[in-house]
């Protein structure tokens, strides 16, 4: 069992063959069409960028979904409540011409992350031969596993690498068949695995061999880096942006497709050869980052409880820095979604205890609802846009099978 593993770690190639092509000008880009003309009722996708940018799909219902966090079940159950997945087991788009949005942290604090990744791929292939889409934009963590940052990933995380490293061996190295079938087959391994002690002294190596593993799959240039780097970090869709933390005035003008290349060519390894920065910071670094930034989800109106008439002066003094803060918040949002010429902003990152909600008159939507086992275990929400029209679709029980709708500006 260990020179197996040993095996599939060695005879890992450099690159798979999902390797991002490099675009050397800053002011290209490429379009592509998604879609053809199905029974001529809607005009076909296109994309803009690369990775993906901007997005027309006109007349397309859009769902999002936001931090899934490596719980595979838990992202299948919010799937399903958006339309797009079957709920029989096998893994089928349902979706028809929609377009599915997953607004990055796939990674860390779950055990089935490359699963959820898998289940992603395979439904966009799907959705394209229906006319529909699939696209994920990157988060913190993706971008934090492919600096090494490895502080939050899950045990079983570390295990799945490994596995999967094992069965990508077993496919003779073939990118697309072991990573669009991965998440069938991890399921089938895990089971057969189950009745393994974890904490044995064979166990204890395994999770050397994991972090290993990990290591091998995600630094710059490694296979599932090369995955990640197909997405964005910053998609508009329509009068719709979509990023996993928040977009700031100074994103817009240092330019949404050149960072999402820059992030793109730095996940690809392509960036350590080219010469330019190794890890693009306006977009991966620091509080006010794109996959950092938590300005718009954060809410700073809460008053503890406290009546307006009961208010002492400290109190009032500190509402009035609140509404002022708010005022200075929204004027932030209207400034980035004009110059992006949207309607709003739709982010995750932030947990939001009370579901996905809108604030600052509807110009940004918060849909990270922590529902990971790993974060806050909640039931699964989804946002739908559909008309230039967004409503909230959520389960009404411990059940994905009754669903209630509030509808939203």
Excluded at 354 to 380: A, E, F, H, K
Aim: hydrophobic share 40%; proline share 5%; charged share 20%.
């Amino acid at each position: 069992m260990q020179s197996m593993a040993s095996m599939s770690l060695n005879s890992l190639p450099i690159q798979p063959p999902s390797q991002p092509r490099k675009l050397t000008d800053p002011s290209s880009s490429s379009s592509s069409s998604l879609a053809p003309h199905i029974g001529g009722a809607l005009k076909p996708i296109l994309v803009c960028g690369n990775p993906p940018t901007f997005v027309s799909a006109p007349g397309r219902r859009i769902v999002a979904v936001g931090d899934l966090h490596g719980d595979l079940a838990k992202a299948r159950c919010a799937l399903e409540m958006a339309g797009v997945l079957s709920s029989d087991g096998r893994d089928l788009w349902t979706g028809g011409e929609t377009v599915l949005i997953q607004l990055g942290d796939i990674f860390d604090r779950g055990e089935d992350e490359i699963a959820i990744l898998s289940l992603l791929r395979s439904l966009n292939i799907q959705a394209k031969a229906n006319g529909g889409a699939v696209f994920q934009v990157n988060g913190n963590h993706e971008t934090m596993n492919v600096e090494g940052d490895f502080r939050y990933v899950d045990s079983g995380g570390f295990d799945e690498c490994l596995d999967f490293l094992e069965y990508l061996n077993d496919c003779e190295h073939n990118w697309e068949e072991a990573f669009v079938g991965w998440v069938g087959v991890s399921e089938r391994m895990k089971d057969q695995k189950m009745s393994q002690n974890r904490w044995g002294p064979w166990n204890l190596v395994k999770r050397q061999q994991g972090v290993i593993a990990r290591s091998t799959l995600l630094r710059p240039g490694g296979p599932l880096a090369c995955e990640l780097a197909r997405h964005a970090v910053v998609l508009k869709v329509d009068d719709w942006v979509f990023c996993h933390g928040g977009l700031l005035p100074h994103h817009v003008a240092y330019g949404i497709e050149r960072m999402n290349r820059e992030v793109s060519n730095w996940m690809g390894g392509l960036s350590e050869r080219d010469g330019s920065p190794q890890i693009p910071f306006i977009a991966t670094r620091g509080y006010d980052s794109v996959v950092w930034n938590r300005l718009y989800s954060r809410d700073i109106s809460d008053l503890n409880g406290h009546q307006i008439n009961q208010a002492t002066p400290l109190l009032l003094i500190w509402l009035s820095v609140s509404d002022f803060c708010a005022y200075e918040i929204q004027s932030i949002l209207e400034e980035t979604v004009q110059a992006l010429g949207a309607k709003a902003m739709v982010v995750g990152h932030t947990p939001q205890t009370t579901g996905v909600n809108c604030t600052y008159n509807c110009s940004v939507w918060r849909i990270d609802v922590g529902m990971s086992s790993g974060v806050l275990n909640s039931q699964p929400e989804v946002l739908e846009i559909r008309d230039t029209k967004a409503r909230v679709i959520r389960s009404q029980r411990d059940t994905c099978s009754e669903l209630q709708v509030v509808d939203y500006a």
